[in-house]
C-alpha cells in the first residue's frame, strides 16, 4: 500500500510563494509517476501538473504554467510543488496522487494513489 503526505501548505498573500511537499512510502519511487491536484469549494477536483518517473518530463495545466513548478527528489522519495505568483484563485485543497502509468495523464480517475491534501488560502 503507497502512502503519500503532503505538507507545506498555508496562508499567503497574493504575490506570495509556497512550496508543497509530497513524501511518498512505495520502496519503489521511481516507478511512480507523480501529480498533483487541487479542489476549491464547490469545484471538482482538478489536475494541476505531472512529472514523470525520472523527472525530466512534466505537464501543467494551462492556469499555472509559468507560476507553478513541479518537481521531484527520488533520492528522498519526495514530489514537490513550488506556487508563485499565487492568486486568490489558486485558494483550495491540494492533492498528491500516485500512478504507475508509465506516460504522463491527468485523469484523476487513472490515479490510484492519494494523500489527504493540504490546505493553500491567497488572501487578495
Known amino acids: 500500500q503507497v502512502q503519500l503526505v503532503e505538507s507545506g501548505g498555508g496562508l499567503v498573500q497574493a504575490g506570495g510563494s509556497l512550496r508543497l511537499s509530497c513524501a511518498c512510502s512505495a520502496r519503489t519511487f521511481t516507478a511512480y509517476g507523480m501529480a498533483w491536484f487541487r479542489q476549491a469549494p464547490g469545484k471538482e477536483r482538478e489536475f494541476v501538473a505531472v512529472i514523470s518517473r525520472d ?70
Open 55 to 124: 523527472g525530466a518530463s512534466a505537464i501543467y495545466t494551462d492556469t499555472v504554467k509559468g507560476r507553478f513548478t513541479i518537481s521531484r527528489d527520488n533520492a528522498k522519495n519526495t514530489a514537490y510543488l513550488q506556487l508563485n505568483s499565487l492568486k486568490p484563485e489558486d485558494t483550495a485543497v491540494y492533492y498528491c496522487a500516485a500512478s504507475l502509468v508509465e506516460e504522463l495523464i491527468t485523469e484523476r480517475n487513472r490515479y490510484p494513489y492519494w494523500g489527504q491534501g493540504t490546505q493553500v488560502t491567497v488572501s487578495s
